[in-house]
């Protein structure tokens, strides 16, 4: 089955690969409609089995997502319409960090606000060299509110993430990098051929590994150790009654390529 496109967010399948691209020129923003659409399409990543791996990235060359509209953050009209558009965010947001699917960030241009609590809600990011970072809502005089100030301390640690969101400055991707919040950085004109290539290699093996995987690192996260291993314990189970996990022992003890049937 052929995924929706919308107006605002692309999306085609190259070999078991879904590319959706955010477009909503020149800049990229994430509105109302933007997220709407994302989050459609992320319910039916969730159920379509041709697809095992997904790479989002921005239309054009200067921006991943520069951010939320900020026009249409101007024209909230009360405090129970800005909870309205904080609590749309963060459930699309929610939506692609659970599924359990790999999601890929190709990140290639600027990568501020919103957008980058986009890229933190993907469970791998991919950065060209040039592009930029960062939490800038403190400079409007409002705050991250679609995860921001909760995915950027786990990610980049408490002490950096205040410095990040507290001053509204930008940084570059090498910084990034260096504080673990992106996986790699490849030249600006590679981005997406990197993105798509990672992709790939995940899509090659079996679906319930990679499903079962990503489950148990989700729900483990952010329990005591001990309880997160009982989730591990119970992924493995899963996992070991799977027509794939036999085809892959077998494979290794036989010297040849496994051939994974999803199943």
Request: aromatic share 4%; with cysteine; hydrophobic share 40%.
């Given at each position: 089955?052929?995924?929706?496109?919308?107006?605002c967010?692309?999306?085609?399948?190259?070999?078991?690969?879904?590319?959706?691209?955010?477009d909503?020129?020149?800049?990229?923003?994430?509105?109302?409609?933007?997220?709407?659409?994302?989050?459609?399409?992320?319910?039916?990543?969730?159920t379509?089995?041709?697809?095992?791996?997904?790479?989002?990235?921005g239309?054009g060359?200067?921006?991943?997502?520069?951010?939320?509209?900020?026009?249409?953050?101007?024209?909230?009209?009360?405090?129970q319409?800005?909870?309205?558009?904080?609590?749309?965010?963060?459930?699309?947001?929610?939506?692609l960090q659970?599924?359990?699917?790999?999601?890929?960030?190709?990140?290639?241009?600027?990568?501020?606000?919103?957008?980058?609590?986009?890229?933190?809600?993907?469970?791998?990011?991919?950065?060209?060299?040039?592009?930029?970072?960062?939490?800038?809502?403190?400079?409007?005089?409002?705050?991250?509110?679609?995860?921001?100030t909760?995915?950027?301390?786990r990610?980049?640690?408490?002490?950096?993430?205040?410095e990040?969101?507290?001053?509204?400055?930008m940084?570059?991707?090498q910084e990034?990098?260096?504080?673990?919040?992106?996986?790699?950085?490849?030249?600006?004109?590679?981005?997406?051929?990197?993105?798509?290539?990672?992709?790939?290699?995940?899509?090659?093996?079996?679906?319930?590994?990679?499903?079962?995987?990503?489950?148990?690192?989700?729900?483990?996260?952010?329990?005591?150790?001990?309880?997160?291993?009982?989730?591990?314990?119970?992924?493995?189970?899963?996992?070991?009654?799977?027509?794939?996990?036999?085809?892959g022992?077998?494979?290794?003890?036989?010297?040849?390529?496994?051939?994974?049937?999803d199943?």
């Amino acid at each position: 089955m052929p995924l929706t496109s919308g107006e605002c967010v692309k999306a085609s399948v190259e070999e078991r690969v879904a590319i959706l691209t955010i477009d909503h020129r020149p800049v990229n923003a994430l509105n109302r409609q933007t997220l709407q659409e994302l989050g459609s399409v992320v319910e039916q990543l969730s159920t379509e089995a041709s697809v095992k791996s997904v790479v989002i990235t921005g239309a054009g060359s200067l921006a991943f997502v520069a951010g939320a509209d900020i026009k249409e953050v101007s024209q909230l009209g009360s405090s129970q319409e800005a909870r309205d558009m904080s609590v749309l965010g963060q459930t699309v947001f929610l939506k692609l960090q659970r599924l359990r699917k790999p999601v890929i960030a190709a990140i290639n241009g600027v990568c501020l606000g919103g957008g980058l609590e986009l890229a933190m809600a993907c469970h791998l990011r991919i950065s060209g060299d040039r592009a930029r970072f960062g939490q800038p809502e403190v400079n409007l005089g409002i705050i991250p509110g679609w995860g921001g100030t909760q995915r950027l301390p786990r990610l980049i640690g408490k002490t950096k993430a205040i410095e990040w969101i507290l001053t509204g400055d930008m940084y570059t991707a090498q910084e990034a990098y260096r504080l673990g919040l992106v996986n790699q950085v490849v030249p600006q004109d590679q981005v997406l051929k990197v993105a798509k290539d990672f992709a790939r290699k995940i899509a090659a093996k079996g679906a319930v590994t990679i499903s079962q995987s990503l489950w148990a690192i989700e729900e483990g996260l952010e329990l005591p150790l001990e309880q997160g291993l009982t989730k591990e314990a119970e992924a493995f189970h899963r996992v070991s009654e799977s027509e794939d996990s036999r085809e892959g022992v077998k494979a290794f003890l036989e010297k040849r390529q496994p051939k994974f049937k999803d199943q």
